[in-house]
Structures are given as C-alpha cells and as structure tokens.
C-alpha cells in the first residue's frame, strides 16, 4: 500500500472494515479488532493513528510489527494473514495490517468471537455464530440429523436405484451405503435417522423438512419483471429438480432455425449445456440452512440469471472462482457426482466460461450479493449495445431472439441498403464462418432478410 492510498485511510471514518490503533494498543485489544475483521468481510487496521484518524507515527516499529504478529497468532485459531507493511507517510512509519476477505474459519479472540459494526467490535449472537460456522463449513448443516424425519421418509426405490448404480457400493447394503454417503447417521440411541442431505437427495418430500428446498424458475417475455411471465415451483429431491429446471428453460428459450441443404437445424439463444451447469452448481452449493429463500432462475429475452442462497463458501471469491475450489455441501456434490450430474474436481464454473465463449457470446457475470451468488448468462454481447440508448426496434429485435451479431448485420443493412458476407465478417471479426453463415440463414428464414446473388455475389437486404 502507497503513502498516498494511506492518506486516503486516514481521511476516512472508521468502519466495517477499516479501524486505527495506537501504537500501545495492547494485544488482546488488537486481536479483538483483526478477529472481527476475519468474521466479517475482512478489513484493514493501521497502527501508528489515533482513534480519530489523526496521524500519530511509530516510534518503535520493530515492536508495533511484533504485536500485530502476536494478536494475529493470539485469534482462536490462529489468523493467518498477509504480513503486515511498514509504510512512511509524511515521514512518519506506520503499520498497515490487512485482513482478507472469505477467511474459511470462525474466529475466537480470548474468550468471545466478534464481529465489526459500524466501527465497534461487537459479539456475535447466537444465531449469527451458528450461521456463521454453517457458512463457514465449520458445522455443516448436510451433515446434522434432521429433526422429526425417520426413516420412511426416504424413497428406499431410489436409494436402490443409486446404489445399484455405483460400482463402490454395490456390495453395501442400502443403509451402509448411505451411512458412507452421509446421508444417514445415527442418533444419541444408536438409530439410523436421515440427515438433511439424505432428504434432499432421497426424500419423498424434502420440503416438508428444509421448505426453502426448491427451484422457483420464470420465463418473462421482454428484458425485464412485468405481468407477462410463465412461472414453476419446483420442488422434490434434488436430482428432480435438476432435470425438471432444465427441461423448464429448454421448452422456453428463444430458438432460430436454419436449413443447411435439406436438414433443419435448432439454435437456442444460449448452449443447454451452460444452463445445465448452472442449474447443477446452485443446487450443489447452494446454502440450505437459510431459509425464506430458494433457487430462483429467470429467464429474460437477452440473458438468464440464477440466484442461489448463500455466499460464496470458504476461501472462495469472484477473484479466484475460476481457480479455487471449495464445495459447502460435499456429501451432496459426492452424490450428484456419482450420478453423473458433476465432475467431482470441477464444479462447473469454469465450463460455463468456455461454453459461452465457444459460441462466440459474452462472458458470464458473477456477481456476490449480501446474501447469495448470482449467475448472469447474456445472449448478446453487453459492450456493443451498452454505449448507446436501446431503441425501441432493437427492443423488439431482442424479444424476437436475435443475439448481438443479428442486431449489428440488421443495423448494418438499415444503415447501408444491404450487408455481403463479407461485410458481416468484419462485423464480428472473432466468429467463425459458419457460426455467422446460420445467423444469416436464421435472418431469411425469419422473412427479415432477403438473400440476393449467388456464392460470392451474395448480399441480403430487407424484406
């Protein structure tokens, strides 16, 4: 961090995640702070200020950085953080000490945990300590027996129909491969009782159990929430879900058409295997003990977006998303795995990027909301509309289906009196031949373009 970044500090007020101390600060005091730090969304501490903001300066650096070393070590369990930066300003040295955000522990300093409000450490109530150690995968919530559910609550036919599936369990009975799977566990008396993640994978109603335990999906028919919708709550074992979401958005994307010779050929506006491994990623990852929320996928004429519950879990950020691996619920990933729906060392994020890129649309969005995680799919690229007003033709344009490389050959023949191949080409200069070759096709087809000419005389003008 530069002087001048500090400077900035120093004018502000302190905060969630921005606090002064003095370089006499005792350790415990300073331990209280960088835990309260962990357990929220990070921060940073300067020493060497005063409560106020005032630049004050160490006068024995060596040992402010030994104290902030100390208070780090001193959290329950230790916080391990970036080491802490001398840096003058105005001539004077301070100690800046950052706390990351999406620290994968609950933090202790001496006895209580706390978290930052405004600018005070305060403790944590019960109920926020339990929903941060269930976040935080420290208690995990697929794991605990869920209350009132017995046995006879699972769907034995699918649990046979799963375990008679999975080479590694053939040879267990039905209960000890559940037990393996944790989605079985036995109680205080030695009984065999569902655990939350048996209910969700095998229940013959999960909702009576976890009732937020569900998918709520919505086709709008222009490009924002209005009264004109297709809506479905979908609810049942996981597996269900899955297949009944997907089947949802498939009967209702937009499709182009073209024919290639005699062959008629179906383009959806975005590839089903993307929206697929969207759908698999919220289900498996998605934090079931919040409830009053659910899954919700929605379905717009540029873009799908999915909602899921729950931050990001663990050490997991928008940053390191593409790079990071971390699962909240890994008995449900194990399962979902072993049927088939994920790869058990990837968890799809990354295949959505590459997907989307392979079709020569616009990267996905991934977006952290104070409490959940948002994917955003767009049928279009957002750059090249985003500069100017959408006019009422390109609003109808975009109901219609048509991605951003139709609208641009569309504004092109509206501008020019026609549009060649060629023309096109440079238009979309990163997009194969053959991709644009449909688009154009998808146009004539549509009675919006007429083609005129033949091979390399060809150009297409309004019709």
């Known amino acids: 961090m530069q002087p ?11 905060g969630s995640t921005l606090a002064f101390a003095r370089e006499n600060s005792p350790v415990e005091t300073l331990a209280d702070t960088l835990a309260a730090f962990a357990n929220g969304r990070g921060g940073t501490l300067v020493m060497g200020v005063s409560d106020k903001g005032r630049l004050k300066g160490l006068t024995n650096p060596e040992d402010a950085l030994d104290n902030a070393i100390s208070a780090a070590f001193f959290c329950d369990p230790p916080l391990i953080i970036p080491m802490p930066v001398l840096v ?31 600018d005070q450490n305060v403790g944590l109530s019960t109920r926020h300590l339990r929903r941060l150690m269930l976040e935080r995968g420290q208690t995990s919530f697929e794991r605990t027996i869920a209350p009132e559910a017995k046995l006879y609550d699972l769907d034995w036919q699918k649990v046979a129909t799963y375990v008679g599936n999975v080479p590694a369990l053939m040879a267990d009975s039905e209960e000890d491969a559940l037990l393996k799977r944790v ?20 229940g013959h109603n999960p909702s009576r ?12 028919q222009g490009l924002q929430m209005s009264d004109q919708f297709i809506r479905e709550d979908i609810t049942g074992p996981l597996p269900d879900q899955i297949r009944q979401a997907e089947a949802f958005v498939a009967r209702h994307l937009e499709r182009s058409h073209h024919l290639d010779g005699l062959a008629r050929t179906e383009h959806s506006a975005f590839p089903l295997d993307a929206i697929r491994e969207i759908i698999v990623n919220a289900v498996a990852h ?35 998303i593409l790079t990071e691996r971390f699962s909240r619920n890994e008995a449900i990933v194990q399962v979902l795995s072993d049927m088939g729906y994920i790869e058990r060392l990837g968890y799809g994020i990354d295949r959505i990027v590459r997907r989307m890129a392979e079709e020569g649309l616009a990267a996905p969005k991934f977006e952290e909301t104070p409490a959940g995680f ?27 289906g048509l991605n951003e490389r139709q609208i641009s050959a569309m504004n092109f023949v509206m501008d020019n009196g026609r549009v060649t191949n060629s023309d096109y080409s440079n238009l979309c200069p990163h997009v194969s031949t053959e991709t644009l070759r449909r688009d154009l096709a998808d146009l004539v087809e549509r009675d919006m373009l007429l083609r005129v000419g033949e091979k390399r005389a060809t150009y297409y003008i309004l019709k």
């Open 4 to 14: 001048d970044e500090i400077k900035q500090l120093l004018a502000q007020k302190p």
């Open 286 to 320: 998605r934090a079931y003990h919040i409830g009053g929320d659910s899954i919700r996928l929605f379905v717009f004429a540029d873009r799908l977006e999915c909602y899921s519950p729950g931050r990001l879990p663990g050490h997991i950020t928008i940053d390191n």
């Open 183 to 202: 989605c079985l566990a036995k109680d205080d008396e030695d009984n065999l009782r569902p655990t939350n993640a048996g209910l969700l994978l095998f």
């Open 209 to 220: 159990f976890i009732p937020s335990a569900e998918i709520i999906v919505v086709r709008y």
């Open 374 to 400: 948002k994917v955003t799919l767009y049928s279009r690229s957002q750059d090249s509309l985003s500069s100017q007003p959408v006019s009422d033709t390109v609003r109808r344009w975009l109901a219609q």
């Open 88 to 118: 003058q300003v105005d001539d004077r040295p301070v100690l800046v000490v950052e706390v990351p955000t999406g620290l994968p522990h609950v933090y202790r300093s001496a006895n209580h945990y706390l978290i930052r409000e405004g």
